[in-house]
């Protein structure tokens, strides 16, 4: 299974907004919605922000959105903050006796 | 408060075995899917194992099918991980979390490092 497709880096100033994208195929983002995504600070451990394409987990910010158009996914973070600067992944369900997909992953730098 | 803590990594050389556990407090952990999702350094995600909630059906990613394999005790409210014919390549921090494909749970982490 291959990983899903994400741009190595993002960056944005405080206060703006940017959007990180996630590409698969028909078989995983493109054939269901059951996207995540997860947020990473360096030397912990991954944090769900995100689930099925659009869904924010309790406490999690209305600043982080997500959606989906086809093979693509994608997550917004508004208004930037310093403490949102973090590795961000997101995952699919890519059908039945399968262990789903990552994508590579996308640093995100706010400047 | 749901809460996974593992236990088990360490230094070992190539070919060896390690045993990872995973303890569970907080949740009925004998209702979830659970797995084992490793970050090799500098590296991304990559979900290795799963299990359903009775133990009985499991999947492998394709690297560790024959050499890892997953189980759990739902008495002990406990996951498994058995890891033999290790490679440098399995070096990571391996992760517990609940959930076949989406984890909202997730343990600290513990590294495994295969070294001569």
């Known amino acids: 299974q291959s990983a899903l497709t994400q741009p190595p880096s993002a960056s944005g100033s405080p206060g703006q907004s940017v959007t990180i994208s996630c590409t698969g195929t028909?078989?995983?983002?493109?054939?269901?919605?059951?996207v995540s995504w997860y947020q990473q600070h360096p030397g912990k451990a991954p944090k769900l922000i995100i689930s099925e394409v659009t869904k924010r987990p309790s406490g999690v910010p209305d600043r982080f959105s997500g959606s989906k158009s086809g093979n693509t996914a994608s997550l917004t973070v508004s208004g930037l903050q310093a403490d949102d600067e973090a590795d961000y992944y997101c995952?699919?369900?890519?059908?039945?006796?399968?262990?789903?997909?990552f994508g590579g992953g996308t640093k995100l730098t706010v400047l | 408060e749901m809460q996974l803590v593992e236990s088990g990594g360490g230094l070992v050389q190539p070919g060896g075995s390690l045993r990872l556990s995973c303890a569970v407090s907080g949740f009925t952990f004998s209702t979830y899917w659970m797995s084992w999702v490793r970050q090799a350094p500098g590296k991304g995600l990559e979900r290795v194992a799963t299990v359903n909630e009775d133990g009985n059906e499991k999947f492998y990613v394709d690297s560790v099918k024959g050499r890892f394999a997953i189980s759990r005790d739902n008495a002990e409210n406990s996951l498994y991980l058995q890891m033999n014919g290790l490679r440098a390549e399995d070096t990571a921090v391996y992760y517990c979390a609940r959930g076949q494909h989406t984890s909202v749970v997730w343990g600290q982490g513990t590294l495994v490092t295969v070294s001569s």
């Open positions: 028909s078989s995983d983002v493109g054939g269901y919605n059951y």
């Open positions: 995952s699919s369900y890519s059908g039945s006796h399968t262990l789903g997909v």
